[in-house]
């Protein structure tokens, strides 16, 4: 197992999660605004403290990891990066190489993980670019990169879909699909289709509670989607039709 929680809470918005979660895969934290999806990818990625239970990342409690280690293992990306400076696509790429940076120059394993992190996301193309310039589209793939650039073993991914169009959501959903074949990535999301359709696992908050964890058609029942979200769906040839 990659995470493993127990009985895990937090202050406010987390009570007496528990689950395991595999080293490779595709998982999805969904539920209604305030049910505790960040709060809990927060305290995955290490970023909530002091957190209540236990919740561990390679048989290690959370709390224990060095910094710099941690890193090294887990990439976080929040819904939203504010960048002021002009920096370009490629700079920002490099800024997912810090917990690797051992001097004031690049290395060329620096260089070599930026063009593969960059080429996965097909951003090479605009490298030069200012990246305050980029769509909102340009900009998810570009912060993605970043995080591959870290070369984590789990990438952790806090609405990735916000600010995106149908089309550029598809694309980061694929994209992440294929990437969960061989690392674990763990997406809170507000788009249950998107669950049932790219998922290979869902866990459902509730109130700071887990309400339902599985498969996403085991997760998803319309008779949970009814009492969670308050809203009527039929689920029809894999998709959830809402009333």
């Not at 570009?142 to 916000?162: F, G, K, M, R």
């Amino acid at each position: 197992m990659s995470f493993r929680a127990s009985a895990l809470g937090f202050a406010y918005g987390l009570y007496d999660a528990t689950f395991e979660l595999p080293p490779s895969g595709f998982v999805t934290i969904a539920g209604p605004n305030g049910a505790g999806k960040s709060t809990l990818l927060g305290i995955l990625a290490g970023l909530r403290h002091p957190y209540r239970g236990e919740c561990q990342y390679r048989g290690v409690e959370i709390r224990r990891w060095r910094r710099h280690e941690f890193a090294r293992k887990v990439a976080f990306l929040p819904q939203s990066v504010k960048l002021e400076f002009p920096f370009s696509a490629e700079q920002v790429v490099f800024m997912g190489r810090a917990p690797y940076a051992d001097g004031w120059f690049e290395s060329q394993e620096d260089h070599a993980a930026v063009a593969r992190a960059m080429a996965t996301t097909d951003t090479l193309a605009f490298a030069a670019r200012d990246f305050r310039s980029l769509s909102g589209g340009e900009k998810q793939r570009v912060i993605l990169a970043s995080a591959l650039a870290q070369e984590p073993e789990t990438l952790l991914l806090d609405e990735p879909t916000t600010f995106l169009d149908l089309k550029h959501q598809l694309a980061m959903y694929r994209l992440l699909a294929v990437l969960a074949k061989r690392m674990l990535i763990v997406a809170v999301t507000h788009d249950l289709n998107l669950t049932l359709r790219f998922s290979d696992r869902a866990i459902v908050m509730e109130d700071g509670r887990i309400a339902a964890q599985g498969s996403p058609v085991e997760a998803l029942a319309p008779s949970l989607i009814d009492r969670v979200f308050g809203v009527h769906t039929e689920l029809r040839d894999g998709w959830l039709v809402y009333d």
